[in-house]
């Protein structure tokens, strides 16, 4: 007893020590508080009262875990007015008779504590879980009078009926759900004016302990807090007994919502594209949520396929060509503080495209005067870089030698491309590929070089997908679109021949055009005519796969936003696959047709090139018309250069012997573009005759020093001087 009663007396010296502290930290802190600028906080949030809905009206989730509800929000009066009354006298009675601290709530909970000898009951307002929403803070006494403060600055600048709606919109919920709205869909699918007084009556009780409190682990647990909420109502005289014994016989009847969708990325693109004068609370957009659903189920196991050989991140977009509008829209996984760059958008985050813009590269050679049937040399080449050089190579590191266009694409070649890119002008293809929509090349043409000609320019697989749904459209460009009903009018306007764009499309869905770089048997080889076409970019950090059907455009993007370097993942070997999945789809329950193809496209048999010494053979070959060839000619494509020149060495190129190598076995290659197998050249270094040969390259063995290099070619009867060209070997 004697302990016992010791043990009072100093809980009650502590106790009135702890309140005279309390008051002198109470003084101190509202005397810095008056002399600091008081700053009011805002209950107002982005995006309030806004909706996403899917086409068919099916609402979309959009909030992030860690994040403010910003969606699913309503206005104060559209919350029944019964379930406003409940939460008010179960959280904060005298909610609407106190400033922001009910006084008299602290003193009652704090003689509960004492009693009972630790801490049974707090004494929160309305306004300071507000303000705890805002900004949490570690549970402290020091906390507790901050959020006090806070609570009384707050209702200064607020009335009662926006802190309200704040936080009937704001309340966390268990499963990461905030607000009413997301916890009447979560636990019983409806919206908070369907509910029944049983059904918002848990949701009053289920906000005490969300961590603890859910229907779906333990109803029983929250039935006993719905009987004590009922018997106060009984008492304030807003039930009468006939209501309170049918809530208490009644159940609650659990359903799980079915608008469980993710769709925030794109939720976040479609409210970024709305007019803030005009006032929205439902958004219909163009999104197939079951679409949306499979193609995400498909992106994040094909990930988890790859997760071994590193790649960490994906997007995956799916367009309705005839209409442009976006059907899914995905991005790999959820967002995770833990995995690099999950929370951008990668759908819109710009990357190397590799090889994917190749189709675009050539669609602008046949307007300018080729044909599918044009050949380019596919030969070693090299150009300048500073004072060294830059070899290209193909992806199998084969050369095949003169290449019509339509394999020169089909197979992905590199060398072939940059000289069609020398064809075109660099110039003219950075405009065009403006005029398809690519707003993230930004740089001069320069900056590019022939390199754009590869994929070096950064653009974002929503740019690639629309430009690709140009390809698809015969020619013709207009942005994609996300809202179902869009108030805004682009007129499409035409950006390529329908016969340029057939012709690609049926280059990029012919197997045979492949055949030298992908075999008989890839991938990319779909059961329904689709065009198709994979890029990766330099050290396997971007890995693509972009296609289109009759109806249907995809595009498929994966890599790992931080930079890291993927495990040799393709767009064959990595997107590639998911590129099919995703067909497979699409086509599953229509009508497929084959690939529009222009009907003022004529066929016509030409010599397709062979190889040294072999007769050419005939193949057949669609032309706009009058620009076939001859029968009888073989097709030879159009000189790029007006002139010899050289290819290495360039002017200034520094060149360093091999240590790993006998000096007497080191070579480099004299390389003159634009001569003829059967030209004769006359090779002279230092001033001294060191070869003659046929064509326009000489292997010669390296020497250290500084060199001075000149070249005389004989053609047709004429001599040609080459510029001569310094350079040294260290």
């Known amino acids: 007893m004697l302990n016992w009663i010791l043990k009072k007396e100093r809980l009650w010296s502590a106790c009135a020590g702890g309140a005279v502290i309390c008051g002198a930290l109470f003084t101190f802190a509202t005397l810095v508080t008056l002399s600091l600028d008081n700053e009011s906080f805002s209950i107002h949030y982005q995006d309030k009262q806004v909706r996403v809905l899917d086409r068919t009206g099916t609402p979309l989730k959009v909030s992030a875990p860690t994040e403010w509800n910003r969606y699913d929000t309503v206005p104060l009066h559209q919350i029944p007015e019964f379930l406003q009354m409940a939460f008010v006298l179960s959280e904060d009675k ?6 922001g601290v009910d006084w008299l709530a602290r003193l009652h909970a704090l003689w509960q504590n004492i009693k009972s000898m630790k801490s049974v009951r707090g004494a929160s307002t309305l306004t300071e879980q507000v303000v705890r929403i805002q900004h949490p803070r570690p549970r402290t006494v020091w ?8 609570a009384q600055d707050l209702e200064h600048h607020h009335n009662k009926a ?19 709205v997301q916890a009447a869909r979560h636990y019983f699918n409806r919206d908070l004016d369907t509910l029944n007084p049983k059904e918002m009556m848990a949701l009053v009780v289920l906000v005490r302990a969300p961590s603890r409190f859910d229907l779906y682990r333990d109803s029983k647990k929250v039935e006993s807090s719905i009987h004590r909420l009922v018997q106060t109502l009984l008492q304030r005289g807003i039930l009468s007994p006939g209501e309170v014994q049918k809530i208490i016989q009644s159940s609650l009847k659990l359903e799980r919502s079915k608008s469980s969708v993710q769709a925030t990325h794109f939720a976040q693109q479609v409210l970024s594209q709305l007019d803030p004068k005009f006032p929205h609370s439902k958004i219909r957009s163009t999104l197939d949520s079951g679409l949306q659903t499979t193609v995400q189920s498909l992106l994040d196991r094909r990930l988890a396929d790859l997760r071994t050989q590193k790649v960490h991140n994906g997007a995956a977009l799916v367009v309705d060509h005839h209409t442009r509008e976006i059907l899914a829209w995905t991005v790999a996984g959820q967002m995770n503080e833990n995995v690099p760059g999950s929370f951008l958008d990668a759908v819109i985050t710009p990357r190397q495209p590799g090889s994917s813009m190749k189709p675009f590269l050539y669609a602008l050679a046949l307007e300018k005067g080729w044909t599918a049937a044009t050949e380019i040399d596919d ?11 830059h070899n290209y190579r193909n992806y199998s590191r084969s050369f095949y030698g003169p290449v019509s266009l339509r394999k020169a694409l089909g197979n992905s070649l590199n060398i072939p491309a940059v000289k069609t890119a020398q064809f075109v002008g ?26 754009l000609a590869l994929g070096n320019g950064e653009v974002t697989l929503y740019e690639l997908v629309q430009a690709y749904t140009a390809l698809a459209n015969r020619g013709t460009f207009a942005p994609l679109k996300t809202l179902l009903n869009d108030p805004s009018f682009h007129t499409p306007r035409k950006v390529l021949s329908a016969e340029s764009a057939s012709l690609i499309a049926h280059i990029l869905s012919d197997p045979e055009a492949r055949r030298l770089e992908f075999g008989g048997g890839s991938v990319l080889n779909l059961p329904v005519q689709t065009a198709v076409k994979t890029g990766t970019s330099t050290g396997y950090r971007d890995a693509w796969a972009v296609g289109f059907n009759d109806r249907y455009v995809v ?8 930079q890291l370097a993927m495990d040799r993942v393709t767009g064959s070997t990595g997107p590639g696959l998911l590129l099919r999945g995703v067909f497979a789809e699409l086509n599953r329950h229509r009508e497929t047709h084959s690939l529009y193809l ?28 009058d620009t076939a060839p001859q029968p009888e000619k073989q097709i030879k494509v159009a000189s790029y250069h007006h002139k010899f020149e050289w290819v290495q060495p360039t002017p200034g190129l520094q060149l360093a012997m091999d240590p790993r190598i006998p000096d007497d076995h080191e070579a480099f290659e004299f390389v003159i573009d634009g001569a003829m197998d059967t030209d004769q050249v006359e090779w002279v270094l230092n001033s001294k005759h060191i070869a003659n040969t046929k064509g326009g390259r000489y292997l010669w063995p390296v020497e250290r020093g500084q060199h001075r290099l000149q070249a005389t070619l004989r053609t047709n009867g004429q001599s040609y001087q080459l510029p001569r060209v310094n350079f040294s070997v260290k």
């Open 426 to 451: 660099i110039d003219s293809y950075l405009k065009f590929l403006h005029s398809l929509g690519f707003r993230s090349l930004t740089r001069h043409p320069g900056f590019y070089g022939d390199g």
């Open 143 to 150: 906390s507790r009078w901050i959020e006090g403060w806070e």
């Open 555 to 562: 595009g498929v993007w994966m890599g790992n936003l931080d």
């Open 94 to 99: 005298r909610f609407y008779q106190h400033d």
């Open 379 to 389: 030969s070693p080449l090299a150009t300048s870089v500073g004072h060294g050089l």
């Open 162 to 180: 926006d802190i309200l709606e704040f936080y009937l919109n704001q309340v966390p919920y268990a499963s990461n759900r905030r607000g009413l």
């Open 598 to 625: 222009s009907p003022r496209l004529v066929k016509q048999e030409v010599c397709a090139p062979a190889l040294e010494g072999e007769p050419c053979h005939s193949v057949s070959e669609w032309f706009v018309p």
